[in-house]
């Protein structure tokens, strides 16, 4: 009968924080790591942007908006930026197109099946990217496999390294992981059950797949698309290997600028547009959330 | 119709000329387990049938073949004079109801009664019209520019007839469309389908595992157990006559004794000796529902003998009250029997320890055989 006198465990000691005040001690950490690592750079890069570029790679500091105006003024970087930005949304299209179907396909399995076709799915990440396009670049070279099959079947041989289509190709088979955990984590809103109504109501496959299936899948299409445009946008070791110093684009410019040219104010310059193209793409993809809603 | 007979090749065809819906020899087997073994069913016009059984009884997937959700592993399916078993689920023109109600969550109400019509291509006038008449029907018609999300449970449901309804299906299909809704919902919606399937005569069949559905709401009730048919008969029927002991423990409570018939119209319950109807032998089950029989007390018990009762002493060994009913749990020489009683604003209940007598007819006593 002691056992009802028995108090209660003493309490743990306790900081004397409020709820609030245990917030913001929580977030402190991940709030200092990003305004050190990323925050102050971005500033950092922002304040480089209106320096002036001296010759020979020096930096003075001013404020000049030269380097702005100058890109918007050089048709080489209008055509740049404009060629990012439909390669990259190439890029994008392609990636959805042939990750849809798989991604549909695995949301379908179940059991064990499943769990072996995700690994399957993700296991290209566990190579990095330089050495998957080094595979491409076999792939795809003059005497490749897939060039020469094509000639040997009468065709006029293509060109598929060097170009536009080789760092399309290379990044589409790249980011395709990405793009199909993103579409996965997106279906959840497709039930079996609504698929079995819309065609108990008449609709064929085609028909139940356009109205019923594509439209309830939007939301993993809009994340994976904007994660594989961002990705596509900031990626350049692909296409400065299958470019080939042939395909220019935004990223690759910046390396050239930063490390080659030493233009440091020009590749902080076209660093803030690239910033500011993801800042687009956000605001794209919020609507397409806020309309489906 | 004559010729009809002759070009189904089947005899039951001319039979009954208003069977809508009919299931000969339906087969599903995965690998090595058989869920619906050789199915035949009888579906006439305007009826409304209940695939009653407890799960993994084969209902659902009887009605997903009907519905060409499932493609059958044998048998036929034949709709009027049509034999459907290869159609796709998209052209057999069946209103399906769901369980999850399974609404299109990115469509308004009325786009989702207004999908199956567009679907057929009806004309749009049409379309509105039709559409807003399937609300009203279901008394949903100020609802019908919401998100299905913003519905309750039942309005949903609600939704999800209009849905199927609204493009006049042949035949009516639904997968427990009840059991996601509480307990007063769930008679309202019993009602209210049963009002709309008789109002419009359409042909439906119902599955649940609740007996009190099957037997409130539907024309006949088909009993499956294990993939097979147990019974076919109207409530009644199975209620009062169940053909097999699962059919008399499935549908409704029941009481189980077991004993050894001597052919007399008397069977040896270890000790005792119960009376049953006709003159049965050797090992049987015994069956009496709990509401059947009466609680005496014990000193009472004489007067209500006589040759139409049985009448049984023991010692009560626990009273519940139910808000509606007593249960009472009597111990007769070992074996439990659960009597029910209509509770009197709590008045009456005996004490548990108190010896007691129960009684009930003669009639009132099933009686199966038993192997070994």
């Known amino acids: 009968m002691t056992a009802i006198t028995a108090s209660a465990p003493p309490a743990a000691p306790r900081l004397a924080l409020g709820r609030t005040g245990t917030a913001i001690a929580l977030l402190l950490p991940i709030a200092l790591i990003n305004a050190i690592g990323f925050i102050l750079p971005v500033l950092n890069l922002l304040r480089m942007s209106f320096n002036e570029a001296l010759a020979g790679g020096g930096v003075r500091e001013t404020v000049t908006f030269e380097n702005w105006t100058g890109l918007f003024g050089d048709s080489f970087y209008v055509e740049l930026i404009l060629n990012s930005i439909t390669v990259s949304l190439s890029i994008t299209l392609a990636t959805l197109v042939v990750s849809y179907p798989i991604a549909l396909y695995l949301h379908r399995s179940t059991g064990r099946w499943r769990t072996f076709l995700t690994v399957l799915v993700i296991s290209p990440l566990l190579t990095s990217a330089v050495v998957r396009t080094y595979g491409w670049i076999a792939l795809l070279a003059d005497q490749g496999p897939i060039v020469s099959g094509i000639a040997a079947l009468g065709f006029a041989p293509p060109r598929l390294m060097f170009n536009t289509t080789g760092v399309i190709i290379g990044l589409t088979e790249i980011l395709m992981p990405y793009m199909i955990l993103s579409l996965l984590a997106g279906f959840g809103r497709l039930d079996p059950r609504v698929e079995e109504a819309a065609m108990s109501l008449g609709a064929p496959p085609i028909k139940t797949f356009w109205r019923v299936i594509l439209p309830l899948t939007v939301p993993g299409i809009a994340l994976g698309c904007l994660l594989c445009f961002v990705l596509a946008v900031s990626s350049f070791i692909t296409p400065k290997l299958?470019?080939?110093?042939?395909?220019?684009?935004?990223?690759?410019?910046?390396?050239?600028?930063?490390?080659?040219?030493?233009?440091?104010?020009?590749?902080?310059?076209?660093?803030?547009?690239?910033?500011?193209i993801f800042g687009a793409a956000l605001a794209v993809y919020a609507r397409i959330l806020r309309a489906i809603d | 119709m004559m010729h009809q007979t002759i070009l189904s090749g089947s005899p039951t065809v001319s039979d009954d000329r208003d069977v809508h819906l009919r299931l000969d020899g339906l087969t599903k087997t995965y690998g090595n387990s058989v869920a619906v073994s050789a199915l035949d069913l009888s579906v006439p016009k305007g009826e409304l049938v209940a695939l009653l059984g407890p799960s993994g009884c084969g209902k659902t997937t009887t009605l997903r073949m009907v519905a060409g959700l499932i493609q059958p592993t044998g048998g036929r399916i034949v709709v009027g004079s049509n034999d459907i078993t290869a159609m796709p689920t998209y052209r057999r023109d069946m209103g399906l109801v769901f369980q999850s109600y399974a609404l299109f969550p990115h469509m308004t109400v009325a786009k989702n009664v207004a999908f199956g019509l567009e679907m057929r291509s009806v004309p749009k006038a049409e379309i509105e019209r039709r559409v807003k008449e399937a609300l009203a029907m279901v008394r949903l018609e100020a609802l019908a520019e919401r998100k299905p999300r913003e519905l309750s449970g039942g309005q949903q449901q609600r939704v999800a007839l209009a849905r199927a309804l609204v493009i006049r299906p042949s035949i009516l299909l639904l997968d427990e469309p009840l059991s996601n809704l509480d307990a007063k919902l769930r008679d309202e919606m019993r009602n209210e389908i049963r009002d709309i399937q008789q109002s419009l005569g359409i042909t439906a069949v119902f599955v649940t595992h609740d007996q009190v559905e099957a037997l409130s709401m539907c024309d006949k009730v088909v009993v499956m157990r294990a993939g097979k048919l147990e019974q076919v008969g109207t409530p009644i029927d199975v209620y009062e006559h169940p053909a097999t002991p699962f059919v008399a423990s499935f549908v409704g409570r029941t009481n189980r004794l077991e004993?050894?018939?001597?052919?007399?119209?008397?069977?040896?319950?270890?000790?005792?000796?119960?009376?049953?109807?006709?003159?049965?032998?050797?090992?049987?089950?015994?069956?009496?529902?709990?509401?059947?029989?009466?609680?005496?007390?014990?000193?009472?018990?004489?007067?209500?003998?006589?040759?139409?009762?049985?009448?049984?002493?023991?010692?009560?060994?626990?009273?519940?009250?139910?808000?509606?009913?007593?249960?009472?749990?009597?111990?007769?020489?070992?074996?439990?029997?659960?009597?029910?009683?209509?509770?009197?604003?709590?008045?009456?209940?005996?004490?548990?320890?108190?010896?007691?007598?129960?009684?009930?007819?003669?009639?009132?006593?099933?009686?199966?055989?038993?192997?070994?």
């Open chain 1, 242 to 276: 299958l470019g080939g110093g042939r395909v220019f684009l935004l990223a690759t410019e910046i390396y050239d600028q930063a490390i080659v040219t030493l233009n440091w104010p020009l590749a902080a310059t076209l660093s803030m547009l690239v910033l500011i």
């Open chain 2, 259 to 372: 004993g050894r018939a001597r052919g007399d119209g008397t069977v040896d319950v270890g000790p005792m000796s119960v009376r049953v109807p006709g003159r049965p032998g050797g090992n049987v089950e015994i069956m009496v529902r709990p509401h059947r029989i009466r609680l005496l007390d014990a000193d009472a018990a004489q007067g209500a003998s006589g040759e139409g009762t049985n009448l049984l002493s023991g010692r009560l060994t626990r009273v519940t009250f139910v808000g509606d009913l007593l249960q009472y749990q009597v111990d007769v020489g070992g074996t439990e029997i659960v009597v029910e009683a209509a509770s009197d604003h709590g008045r009456g209940i005996r004490s548990v320890g108190s010896p007691v007598a129960l009684a009930w007819r003669v009639e009132d006593t099933m009686v199966f055989g038993r192997s070994a």
